[in-house]
């Protein structure tokens, strides 16, 4: 119960201390909550040894999941887990789609969904991990390609398992990316 409690503590002064210093924009400074924000702390997020592989936050592991997507950007594919929530699966029932994503900030791809989503609550995790894919402001969809620290709400929807050439297959500027089951 102590480790439990000395954990919760660290992870709560680390997203004190990240959000105080965190120099990184994000679409997020003007968002509108899509719910109620999260009262228990955000999970901390662990940079994968492998820079290859994106880290799903440790409440969101595997047997939490729900579905496995393809996302295609050009010709590279990437395989990319849905989280179970509702979210995650109302996006997942809409597949296919295709959007044309905008940069933003050098560090993610955005774009607006044209369909419904239920309302949902916020998280706010310590650390963005390239692969990440989070709902921003509502029904904006939003593609990690870098990672970064993070004081910004979201909701999870999935990430990508191995990130291998994601950043170059985004690169720079507007991109068009799909998302099939």
């Not at 709560?12 to 400074?29: K, R, T």
Request: one cysteine or more; charged letters at 15%; glycine letters at 6%.
């Amino acid at each position: 119960m102590k480790i439990k409690k000395i954990s919760m503590l660290i992870s709560i002064i680390c997203v004190i201390a990240l959000a105080g210093c965190s120099g990184n924009s994000s679409p997020s400074e003007s968002s509108v909550s899509t719910g109620e924000t999260s009262s228990t702390p955000p999970p901390t997020p662990t940079p994968s040894s492998d820079p290859a592989e994106s880290q799903a936050p440790e409440e969101f592991q595997e047997d939490d999941t729900m579905s496995t997507v393809n996302i295609q950007v050009g010709n590279k594919n990437f395989t990319a887990i849905m989280y179970d929530n509702e979210s995650a699966q109302a996006i997942f029932q809409e597949m296919p789609f295709t959007l044309e994503m905008n940069d933003y900030a050098s560090q993610e791809k955005v774009a607006e969904l044209t369909f419904d989503l239920p309302s949902a609550v916020t998280e706010t995790p310590a650390a963005i991990n390239a692969g990440d894919m989070y709902l921003w402001s509502g029904n904006n969809l939003v593609l990690f390609y870098t990672t970064f620290s993070n004081s910004y709400s979201y909701v999870p929807v999935g990430y990508i398992e191995d990130i291998t050439g994601l950043q170059d297959a985004l690169g720079s500027g507007s991109v068009e990316v799909t998302f099939q089951k």
